[in-house]
């Protein structure tokens, strides 16, 4: 057995059709992805074993196990979406084109968001004076858009939910997602709540990260706790077909590194675009529902990971500086599964000031302020946040001016200026 192949046997049942599922690797012990600690939490550091399944029965892509919810959002966690600028834009165009496509001609609309976060979608359809309800279960998060005017309620989205929502408010015409939706292990859950709150002609629309892209691109960091699933329009239309809600669009998206819009209605509600069967031959082309594909992806991620290794290695003996760029979640899977120490990358930047002055989660790199990173350019920055690549490369121009290389290992490792 390979250093990739599962530490021990690693199987349990489909989370989605129950089939018998098993691991078709590992990326080794690994922390909570977003737990940056101090030095004196190291001791009682989290880690658990990071392996993905494919469903040979129903095509979903999930990860074998996950962490127990209060390990991986304990008090400390508070992710504001609003705090990113792009995906604030992102969010409004999302949002406009719900409002101008899709409740245009509707006579008092109720739209429904899950994970509605801090509001940065429902801020939208507010002032517009459309009916809305967030459900959002992190309660500091709801707080904040509870004090923005957007009606939300901290609970988790099931059947049992939807039954108190639709006696409260009615049916509704659209219920919305993004990048929710994979971190709900209880995906039939959500199916059956959505069955029951969807009104006849209602659409079902979220977007979360693309497995098609992340074969294709070999970006593997896309594999962490929270995100206990990576769909494809194949597995989705298959997961919610049990509850007679069909997929009805696709539309990909560039955030995160390559996404995918989905849209389900009520079985035969709405003629599907061509878009759906063209995406479906597509991936059925790439191999996203054939069991080999996946032992193709793990050998790319470990030569990925090798080539990683060696740049860094060759670097270090080279006396260059090497500094990260952005503490993401992402790049924990990246710095455990390849085993970036602290003497290849000296620190990493980010603006966060929460993450400021920590330790990132299991490799143990200090984190600081970007203000280290302009001070005295690296030689290298090691770009963690490549899905922002374009962004950063703009706002970075100083650093390349100055000499400065970008190390990005998505979709291939190597160095640009
Ligand atoms: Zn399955």
Redesign the pocket.
């Known amino acids: 057995m390979t250093k990739s192949g599962p530490q021990h046997d690693l199987s349990g049942r489909?989370?989605?059709?129950?089939?018998q599922?098993s691991a078709f690797m590992s990326f080794g012990r690994m922390p909570i992805a977003n737990g940056f600690l101090n030095e004196e939490e190291i001791a009682n550091e989290y880690f658990f074993e990071l392996a993905p399944a494919f469903?040979e029965?129903?095509?979903?892509f999930q990860l074998i196990t996950q962490p127990q919810p209060e390990k991986m959002f304990h008090g400390q966690y508070a992710f504001y979406s609003s705090s990113s600028r792009y995906m604030q834009m992102h969010f409004e165009a999302f949002a406009n084109k719900v409002i101008t496509e899709i409740l245009a001609g509707g006579s008092d609309p109720f739209v429904v968001e899950l994970g509605s976060n801090d509001g940065i979608m429902l801020r939208h359809f507010h002032p517009r004076g459309i009916r809305h309800l967030g459900v959002e279960p992190s309660v500091n998060v709801a707080e904040v858009a509870r004090s923005r005017g957007i009606q939300t309620t901290s609970a988790f989205f099931n059947r049992k939910l939807t039954e108190e929502i639709v006696g409260e408010y009615g049916r509704a015409d659209v219920i919305l997602a993004a990048n929710v939706m994979c971190h709900i292990p209880d995906l039939p859950g959500v199916a059956a709540g959505a069955q029951h709150l969807l009104a006849s002609n209602g659409i079902l629309i979220f977007e979360e990260p693309y497995l098609g892209d992340m074969i294709g691109k070999t970006s593997y960091d896309q594999i962490y706790d929270e995100h206990v699933f990576i769909f494809s329009a194949t597995s989705i239309a298959?997961a919610f077909a049990p509850y007679d809600l069909e997929l009805v669009d696709v539309a990909p998206q560039i955030t995160h590194g390559g996404s995918m819009r989905y849209t389900l209605a009520r079985k035969g509600s709405r003629q599907a675009t061509a878009r759906v069967a063209k995406q479906l031959a597509q991936e059925r082309a790439q191999g996203l529902d054939d069991a080999k594909t996946y032992l193709g992806f793990r050998q790319n991620c470990e030569n990925s990971r090798a080539r990683l290794m060696q740049m860094l290695n060759d670097l270090n003996e080279q006396g260059k500086r090497v500094v990260g760029y952005g503490a993401t979640s992402k790049s924990t899977t990246v710095t455990n599964y390849c085993g970036i120490t602290p003497q290849l990358v000296e620190f990493i930047s980010d603006t966060t000031p929460i993450k400021q002055g920590k330790l990132s989660p299991g490799a143990h790199i200090p984190v600081r302020p970007y203000g280290e990173f302009i001070r005295a350019y690296p030689d290298y920055a090691l770009l963690f946040a490549w899905n922002h690549a374009a962004e950063i490369r703009e706002k970075e121009q100083a650093f390349v001016a100055a000499g400065g290389q970008w190390i990005v290992y998505v979709p291939d490792v190597r160095v640009i200026s």
């Open positions: 489909c989370r989605v059709c129950n089939a599922i469903c029965q129903c095509s979903m298959r």
